[in-house]
Nanobody, 113 residues
Framework: QVQLVESGGGLVQAGGSLRLSCAASGSIFSITAMGWYRQAPGKQRELVAVVIRGGSTNYASSVKGRFTISRGKNTVTLQMNSLKPEDTAVYYC?????????WGQGTQVTVSS
């Protein structure tokens, strides 16, 4: 079992920055990848960024060049720069372990125009 706790969401003006953090606890030795998804109102949940154990990263095309994902021993952070109103969503931290995906409770990010 892996537990995830996110922090760092909030309200920011367009062009601003936010940093999301997620701390994992439990069976962290079994985690092979960590990442962030988001879900905007009326839309499907989508992958934002993921980092795998070896350090490789993958980003949604809509955030490339603006967002940076990084991972520590039991943490994953998402640095979000040049935020746009369309980035407004609930952001979820995820961890993949033993072929199961764990989810955090979500944190709201709101970007005003």
């Amino acid at each position: 079992q892996v537990q995830l706790v996110e922090s760092g969401g909030g309200l920011v003006q367009a062009g601003g920055s936010l940093r999301l953090s997620c701390a994992a606890s439990g069976s962290i030795f079994s985690i092979t990848a960590m990442g962030w998804y988001r879900q905007a109102p009326g839309k499907q949940r989508e992958l934002v960024a993921v980092v795998i154990r070896g350090g490789s990263t993958n980003y949604a095309s809509s955030v490339k060049g603006r967002f940076t994902i990084s991972r520590g021993k039991n943490t994953v952070t998402l640095q979000m720069n040049s935020l746009k109103p369309e980035d407004t969503a609930v952001y979820y931290c995820t961890a993949e372990a033993t072929q199961y995906i764990y989810w955090g409770q979500g944190t709201q990010v709101t970007v005003s125009s």
